[in-house]
């Protein structure tokens, strides 16, 4: 019997391990969300959305070894930090954008519509035939030191002017909050 409690507990540990996980990811979504959809109008019928949501998330890459060179806390935690980046990654934002607006957050999502690929970014652009259009592209969220989180945050558009940054956010008392912006650039 003792055998069946530990292989059940063992279960239920990596379970509530890969279900924290997904919830920060949706915690961090929202929070992304509702900084960038901020100032966008509620969608309604006919209305031209300016700013789309990109499906997948964007895999971490060696531009994240520069922002850890830039910042004292990112370089006491690089090793943690870097056992996350991958530039392989193969996963959407499907489970933690339908837990966000599950039951709940129904005026940010008014905003927000459903998220895009790419190839459907470029055939709404080139329907309305407008360069006002952006895409907002989030990367996997990189957690360390128990408390904090790096994620990057481009915006794209078919014509220059594209952005993108880092954000530092902090856990306090379950609440993620933006701390700081890093490595941001314009073109």
């Known amino acids: 019997m003792k055998f069946d409690f530990k292989l059940i507990a063992a ?26 959809y901020q100032n966008e109008k ?9 700013l789309s949501f990109y499906c997948s998330k964007a895999p971490n890459n060696e531009e994240t070894f520069e922002v850890i060179n830039k910042s004292s806390l990112l370089k006491q935690n690089s ?5 996350q ?22 005026y940010l999502k008014s905003k927000v519509n459903a998220c895009l690929s790419l190839d459907e970014f ?5 329907r309305f035939n407008d360069n006002n259009q952006r895409l907002m592209i989030v990367s996997k969220p990189m957690y ?3 408390k904090y989180c790096l994620v990057k945050v481009a915006f794209y558009r078919n014509i220059e002017h594209n952005y993108g940054c880092y954000l530092l ?3 306090s008392n379950n609440v993620w909050i933006i ?4 490595n941001e650039w314009e073109t």
């Open 42 to 50: 509620v969608i309604v019928k006919n209305r031209l959305q300016l």
């Open 79 to 83: 090793a943690e930090i870097k056992k």
């Open 179 to 182: 701390k700081e912006l890093l």
């Open 169 to 171: 956010i902090e856990n």
């Open 11 to 36: 279960f239920l540990f990596c379970f509530q391990i890969g279900f924290s996980q997904e919830n920060q990811d949706a915690a961090i979504l929202k929070i992304l969300l509702s900084k960038y």
């Open 144 to 146: 360390f030191a128990k």
């Open 85 to 106: 980046i991958n530039n392989q990654l193969q996963e959407d934002w499907s489970k933690e954008y339908n837990s966000v607006f599950n039951n709940q957050n129904q």
């Open 122 to 126: 470029h055939k709404v652009s080139i």
